[in-house]
C-alpha cells in the first residue's frame, strides 16, 4: 500500500494510492511505502509506529530532523531534497530584492497613501556571498546570473567555482548581501553569531531561508540598525507576536514560507512518482537519509 | 564649459567640469554640454533658454518629453537609454517577486507580529509576457532567465525571439504575469485600458515600470480583486494620498523608483563621460533624441 497526502496524489496521478491526510490510522495499516502530510504536525511522523508492514517513509520536506526520532527501525527515511529549491531560491532573491529597494516600508507606507521617493540601494554592482553550494545555493546562482552582481559561493569544502568554509571570515567583510542557505546540522547550528555579524560591513544585508537555529536571534538583534536582516526563518519559530525582531528596523521577516509555493506540488509528485516506481522495481531510491 | 550635478561630476572623475545644481544662472551661461539634474524640477530644463552657448543637452533620464518644450532651437538633445534599464528591470523582478510571495502583506503584517503562513504562488511555472523588447526589456529578459519561468517578448514588429504588437491581444490570456516596459508615445498611451485588461487571465498580475500614461486608471481600479497590480508609475503621479489605488485589494505601489538607486550614479557617470568625450572630438554623438 502506497499513502500519500490527497494533494500530492492529485498532482502525480497515478492510480492505486491511499490517500491520507491524517485522522484514523485503520485504512492505512498496511502502508508499506509513506508520504507525510506537508507541513504537518508530529502526528504524522508518530503515526509510523502503527505501521507494521512500512519500508519507505519518504518526506515532502528536504529538513528530516524531526522525523528521525519517529521513524521505527528498518525503515528507510528519505527526504525531499531538490523539490524546495526553486521556490526556496526564488524567496531569497524576493526577499533581497525587497529589502534593498525598500519595497517592505513601501507596502507599510501604502495605507497612508505615501509618495515617499528616495534613492535606495540596487542589486546591481552589489557582492552577494551565498554560503551553501547544495541546491538552494545553486538554484540561488543561477537566478543572481542576470542581475548584474558579483556571487562568491562557499560550499563545505573548496573545489572549482566553489570556496570552502574555513574562507567565510574573510569574505564577511567582502560582502553587501551574505545569504545563508545551509542545512541545519552540528557544524551550521548557531553559525551566525556575535563574532561572524561583527565582521559584516555596515548596511550589509542577511538573508537566512534555511534553518532559523542557524542564527543566533540575540546577536542578530544586537546588531539591527547597523546591518539588515531578511530572514525567512527564525528561533523561536513561529516567532511569538511581542518578540522584538518583528519591530526592529531594517528587519524583514516571511513566515517560513521558502518552499511552500506553486512551484512545491510539481516538484513533490515528479520526486514521489519516481521513487514510487524505483520502489517498485526494486531500483535504489533516491534522496535516502537513513537506511 | 561642460555643466553637470554634483553627484554625477563626482562619479565622473573627469577634470575640468563645471557643477551646477540650480540657483543663480550667472555662473554656467558659457554652457556648451549641459546636464540636467536627475528627478529635477521644470527648473533644469527651462533655464536652457539662459545658455546663449548650448550645443548639447545631454538628459540623466531615458524618458524626454519633458524637456522637449523647453529645447532652444539648435540643440542637441540626447536622453539616458540604457542608463536605468538595470535598476529598472531589477524593480520589475521585486514588483513581482513581492506581490507573488505576498512580501508586501507580510511586511504590513509584522508591526502586528502576525505568523500568516499560506501556499502563496512562486514566479518558477508561470507566464512572463514583457511588452518592450528594449532595453529595459532585454535587462528584464536576462533577470527572469534563472527562475524557471517562461517568458515571451513583444516589440513593435515581430522578429528573432520577439513577437510583434499585433499579437498582444492573443497573448494576454495565456500570461500569469504581464510587464509594461514600453516608452509612453502616442501608440502606447493608453494600451491598457478595460479591453487590454479583460483578456487578462483571472488572478494575473500586472507591472508597470515604464510610465503611468500607458495604463488606463480607472480601468485598473474597476479590476482590482480579479487582478493583481504592482505599479511603480501611476496615473496621476505622484498619486493624491486620498486615492483609492493604495488602497485597493492585490495593489502594489512604489513611488517611482525604477531607475532611482545605488545603480544610477556609475552608469549616468560613464555615459557623460563617454559623450563629453565624443562631443569634445566631434564624434557623433549616441542617443540622439533631437539635432
Redesign the interface.
Known sequence: MIVVPGEIADAMDVPGLTIWDGGDVAPIREARFYVPSY?AGEWAFSVMTDLPLLEVCQLPTAGFEHALGHLPVGVTLCNAAGVHD??TA??A???I??R?????????A????????????????KRVLVLGAGGIGQ?LT???????CEVVVVGRAAREGVRGREEIAELLPWADIVVIAVPLDDSTRGMVDADFLARMRDGALLVNVARGGIADTAAMLAECGRLQFALDVTDPE??????AL??APGV??????GG?????L?RIARLVRDQVARWQSGAPLANVIVS
Chains 1, 2 share one sequence.
Not at 100 to 108: E, H, K, S, T
Not at 142 to 148: H, Q, S
Open positions: 507541513m526553486a521556490s526564488e524567496l532573491v524576493a526577499l530584492l525587497a534593498l529597494r525598500r519595497v517592505d516600508d513601501m507596502a507599510r501604502m495605507p497612508r497613501g505615501e509618495f515617499i521617493h528616495e534613492r535606495f540601494d540596487a542589486l546591481a554592482d538554484a543561477r537566478r543572481l546570473e542576470g542581475f548584474e513561529p516567532l511569538p507576536a511581542d518578540h518583528w519591530r524583514l521577516i516571511s513566515p517560513h514560507v511552500n509555493t506553486t512551484a512545491f510539481p
